[in-house]
Every structure is written in C-alpha cells, then in structure tokens.
C-alpha cells in the first residue's frame, strides 16, 4: 500500500489514520511545484489533477479524495475503531466529513493557499471562515471529540485547524476549537505525523529559498 502525500497538506490526515490503524504503507512525498514525486515519477501519472492525497491499496487501485481514503481506512481496519458502527454514528461521520471538506478545506482554505488567488478571492474565502468556525465551536463546546468517540473525522478537521495558523486567522477567538487541536496534537500518532511532515516541509522550503 502507498500513499502520495504533500507535507503538512490536507493528506496529513490520511497519515494520521493510517498511524492509528498501525497500517503497513509506503509514503511517497510529491513536489507541489514540479509534481513530481521523490522517485522521479510525474504524479499526474498517478492523478490527472496532480491533487494528494492519493492511495494506491494491496490490490493496486487508486483511490482519490481525503473522505473516500480516510472511510476506507476506518473500515479496512476495523479494530482501530475510526469509525462508527451503527447508522445513525455513520450518517454524523459522513455529515462532518461533508463539512471539513467543503466548508472549510475548499471554502476557506484552498483559496488562501493558492498561490494565483488575488488578494481580494483570498480576503473573501477569509471572511468566510467566522461563521463556519463558530458551528464547530459551538458543536465542540464539552466534547472531546466531533462524535462520540475518537474517529477519521477528527483527524481531518485537526489538520484544517492547524492551517489556522498560517493565516490571519487566530484561533484563540474559539477556546473549544483551540483546546480541542492541543489536546489532538499530544495523541502519540498525531505528534509523530506531525513532527515528520514539518520536518519534511521544512527542508523544502529551506531549499527553495
């Protein structure tokens, strides 16, 4: 199994999952500017839009998309429980996976990260943020996490948070929303995604300067 990822990208997730799942995978970086990945392969190759994360599984199909991988993983490794079992837990799953990635991964976040966004597309996507925050806010406010346990979902909207911190936007204004990113980062398998991912990002950015 292996997975193509973009350091500190919303791919960061799939990672995350993996690690909690105690997967067996390959993890194969691609250059954001060359797309091209560490083994000189173009990725375009692999995804015609060039977009992480993608995961190529034991059978060798590719899968696309962070909410189709991050369910796979849930429901290829079972005994991790990154998912919930009854109905009514999946339908809450698929609701806030929905919402990380259209409300706030592509609303918000893909406009300020795109290097040919104006100023003013950048500025807007940001003025959308407040509002989707605050009802994660309030949904967080005396819970430990999004469902009623530990699940994929979690992961994703982690990592959307900690772009937070690269924009103006500081979440200190949601106490819920800051808490809850602390305590995730101190979970073993999130400090180790991130410790090898920043240090990954790091190094490229250091060589492209």
């Known amino acids: 199994m292996q997975l193509y990822f973009l350091p500190m990208s919303c791919s960061l997730a799939t990672r995350i999952s993996l690690y909690e ?10 250059d954001r500017k060359t797309k091209q990945t560490a083994e000189g392969q173009d990725y375009r190759e692999v995804h015609p839009l060039a977009l992480v994360p993608a995961l190529r599984k034991e059978d060798g199909a ?14 290829r490794w079972p005994e991790a429980k990154l998912a919930p079992v ?9 609701r806030w996976l929905s919402f990380i990635a ?3 991964h592509k ?4 406009p300020v990260f795109d290097l040919h966004s104006p100023n003013a597309v950048k500025e807007y996507a940001l003025a959308k943020a407040p509002a989707r925050l605050d009802v994660v806010e309030q949904h967080l406010s005396g819970r430990e996490f999004l469902l ?12 959307v948070l900690n772009w937070c911190g690269a924009t ?14 602390a305590r995730l980062r101190e979970r073993p398998n999130f400090a180790r995604a991130v410790k090898e991912e920043w240090a990954l990002y790091s190094e490229r950015k250091a060589a492209q300067t």
């Open 148 to 159: 009623d346990a530990f699940s994929v979902a979690d992961a994703y909207l982690f990592v």
């Open 21 to 30: 799942a105690c997967a067996d995978v390959r993890f194969i970086p691609v």
């Open 168 to 181: 103006p936007l500081d979440l200190k204004r949601w106490p819920a929303l800051s808490a809850y990113v």
């Open 62 to 75: 590719l899968l696309f998309e962070s909410t189709a991988i991050l369910q796979y993983i849930a429901h």
């Open 102 to 104: 259209t409300e706030l």
């Open 86 to 94: 009854d109905p009514q837990g999946r339908e809450q799953l698929h």
């Open 107 to 110: 609303v918000v976040f893909a």
